[in-house]
């Protein structure tokens, strides 16, 4: 099973918006509403963002946002602050070739807030 | 709210085992939730391993699956996780994280383990 594609970077200016796009398959990010998102600031433990492709967990920022479409999903950051300066990473629930549960990750994308 | 922290050796041998455990506090191993492991090589990305529930079930990422064993220890509230034959490759931040539907949350803080002799 091979990795997510995603942008190995992207920028913005404080208040603009930027979106992160993560491609897959039909195996995987085109095959289920099972796309996860999640930050991750140096030295830091990933955060999850996003889950179920839009959903928001509690005490997250409604600035963040995500969407799918085909083998694609992506994560929108809006109003886009200092803080949000970071490495995302999406994921996607799939099968192995024998039926398991197998979680992918993206390649990572590294976000600058210029 | 459940928190997790993981720890381990810091320095295994080549083709020696790398163990690892997860102590999770502020709720129980118990509930009907499953854990995972997760590894990231130095500035590199995220691999998922293995999930497990405490009832027994386990999954494990193919490409590691013949040298991986998930476990827990209901009594002492701990995630367990065994790689053997590690390599340099293996050289990784690895951590423990709660399942939360299809997707990882909370996640602890990670060890990093560096395989070398």
């Known amino acids: 099973q091979s990795a997510l594609t995603q942008p190995a970077s992207e920028s913005g200016s404080p208040g603009q918006s930027i979106t992160i796009s993560c491609t897959g398959t039909?195996?995987?990010?085109?095959?289920?509403?099972?796309v996860s998102w999640y930050q991750q600031r140096p030295g830091e433990a990933p955060k999850l963002m996003i889950y179920e492709v839009s959903n928001r967990p509690s005490g997250v920022s409604n600035r963040f946002s995500g969407s799918k479409s085909g083998n694609t999903a992506s994560l929108t950051i809006s109003g886009l602050q200092a803080e949000d300066e970071a490495d995302y990473y999406c994921s996607s629930y799939t099968r192995s070739t024998g039926g398991s549960t197998l979680y992918v990750f993206g390649t990572g994308t590294k976000v600058t807030v210029l | 709210q459940v928190q997790l922290q993981a720890s381990g050796p810091g320095l295994v041998n080549p083709l020696g085992t790398l163990s690892l455990t997860c102590a999770v506090s502020g709720g129980s191993i118990s509930i009907n939730n499953w854990w995972s492991w997760v590894r990231q090589p130095p500035g590199k990305g995220l691999e998922w391993i293995a999930e497990i529930h405490h009832g027994g079930g386990t999954n494990y990422n193919p490409s590691l699956k013949s040298r991986v064993t998930i476990s827990v220890d209901k009594s002492k509230n701990l995630l367990s996780l065994t790689l053997t034959s590690v390599t340099a490759a293996d050289t990784a931040v690895y951590y423990c994280?709660?399942?939360?539907?299809?997707?990882?949350?909370?996640w602890g803080q990670g060890t990093l383990v560096t395989v070398s002799s």
């Open positions: 994280a709660k399942n939360f539907d299809t997707a990882l949350d909370p």
């Open positions: 039909s195996s995987d990010v085109g095959g289920y509403n099972y």
